[in-house]
Each structure stands twice: as structure tokens, then as C-alpha cells.
């Protein structure tokens, strides 16, 4: 396979994460409100679905490939991207309790907040496929594709769900049809497959920063689990009984299993 057939392979993989997020509008269509219990339970799987897969997949590959000094550098840029991220967008903060007042404005706010969010997850991606085509994998399509990308992309699909959720809250309340709220789930992460590509041709045309690669992204998605899933998981909880302590360390727990193959790469 030539260079452009991986980088349409690893566009469809960031694209195929980003219609996930979609799958956070359908409960809508059968009630008018995710419970609290179970926004929590959402929050804590993609939390620990994401420092998993970060932590098995991403931080191993690092060490793999270079240094932990490469890797440790690549780890802070990427919550420097995060931080950088917050001031840009104004500091608004992502909360579903909050979506059902917003007016339109600050629900543009918020749809831009977790589309910068999205990028590093692409980004991901993208430095997940380094070895595509070059040194053995799971055959598919013609593409010798590494299990860690198949691993990544499955798990920030899984990950994206909550994100369309809460994506979806206001968009309902504010009488959006089902199916714009699903394009707006959609829409929230497609720079998710931009990031992969472009993360994908940075490190296939300068291997040497593979390391630096696999740091940035892990770094990224555990800052982000640690400054905004967990405390969004506790916001919630507060309205549930035992403050949604049981809900989210269930839903770290479920989150953390499902990634522990990662391991075993």
C-alpha cells in the first residue's frame, strides 16, 4: 500500500472515533433524559478507558521508542495543549447541569471547548498507526495495521460516547431536532480525524519524534481525565445518592478492563 492509501486508512479510523460520538444523541431518541446515576457511570468508563490506554498503549510505545526524557517532554507538551486549550475558549467550562440554561452563545462555547478537546485524541490515533505497513500487525483491507491503533480506535470510540451525551443535553433542551443533535455529536469531534492524519505524516517523515508523539498524546488525555472527567463525574454526582462515588469508580473500573488487553501487546 502507498503512502495516500495509509493516510485514507488512518482518516477513516479518526473518522469512524467522531461518528461515535453521535451514538451519544441516539439514547434521545428513545427518552428525554439520561439520569445523573448514569452520566456518572458514562464518565468514569471514558475516564478509565483513556488513562488505560495511555498508560498500556501510548507511555509503553513511548518507552519503546525512545527515552523516558523524550517521552516525559512529549507528556508535558500535551498538557500544556490542554491548558492552552481552556484560555482560548474562554475558560467556560463543560457541564451538562449548566447546558440546560445556556443561550446560544455559550453553547457555542461549549461545542468549541470539546472540539479542541478532540484533537489530541486524534492525535492519537495518528501516532497509534506509526508502524502501519511496516513491521507485522492484525491484516486488514490489504493493511498490515498495529494492534495498538486498533486498540486506540476502539477505545476513544467507546470514550466519545459520553462526550455526544453531553453534547446532546442542551441541544434537546433547546428543541433541536434528534438527528441535528447527532450532527452536532458528529461535528464536535471531527478534528479528530485531521489530527490523526496529520500526527500520522509528522511521525512517518520524522521518526525520530515518534517518542515525543506517543508523550503529547498520553499527556493530553490523562490531564484531560483528571481536570475535567472526574470533577464533571463528581458535579453530577452530587445529585445522586452516595454523591455517584459507586457510579464512577464502576465505571473506572469497567473502563480500566476493557483496555487491559492493551497490556498483553
Do not use: C
Amino acid at each position: 500500500m502507498g503512502f495516500f492509501e495509509n493516510l485514507a486508512l488512518v482518516f477513516v479510523a479518526g473518522f469512524i472515533t467522531a461518528l461515535a460520538t453521535g451514538i451519544g444523541a441516539l439514547p434521545f431518541f428513545l427518552v428525554d433524559r439520561v439520569s445523573d446515576r448514569w452520566n456518572v457511570a458514562l464518565w468514569g468508563l471514558a475516564s478509565g478507558i483513556m488513562i488505560s490506554a495511555s498508560l498500556f498503549g501510548l507511555i509503553g510505545e513511548g518507552l519503546a521508542n525512545g527515552t523516558p526524557m523524550e517521552l516525559g517532554i512529549g507528556l508535558l507538551a500535551g498538557v500544556v495543549l490542554v491548558i492552552v486549550s481552556h484560555r482560548i475558549i474562554s475558560g467556560v467550562e463543560v457541564s451538562p447541569k449548566r447546558y440546560e440554561q445556556a443561550d446560544f452563545r455559550k453553547l457555542l462555547l461549549i461545542l468549541g471547548i470539546l472540539t479542541v478537546h478532540s484533537f489530541p485524541e486524534g492525535v492519537a490515533i495518528g501516532v497509534s498507526f506509526a508502524d502501519l505497513n511496516l513491521d507485522g500487525g492484525f491484516s486488514l483491507l490489504g493493511f498490515s495495521v498495529p494492534l495498538l491503533a486498533i486498540f486506540m480506535t476502539v477505545a476513544i470510540s467507546i470514550h466519545n460516547i459520553p462526550e455526544g451525551v453531553a453534547i446532546s443535553i442542551p441541544l434537546q433542551s433547546m428543541g433541536v431536532s434528534k438527528w441535528r443533535m447527532v450532527w452536532w455529536a458528529v461535528f464536535s469531534s471531527l478534528p479528530q480525524p485531521i489530527g490523526a492524519v496529520l500526527a500520522f505524516y509528522f511521525v512517518r517523515i520524522a521518526r525520530e519524534f515518534l517518542p515525543f508523539g506517543f508523550g503529547f498524546a498520553a499527556g493530553a488525555m490523562i490531564y484531560l481525565v483528571f481536570s475535567e472527567f472526574i470533577p464533571e463525574a463528581l458535579e453530577l454526582g452530587k445529585a445522586v445518592p452516595g454523591g455517584g462515588r459507586t457510579e464512577l469508580v464502576s465505571g473506572l473500573v469497567i473502563g480500566v478492563l476493557i483496555m487491559v488487553p492493551l497490556a498483553f501487546i
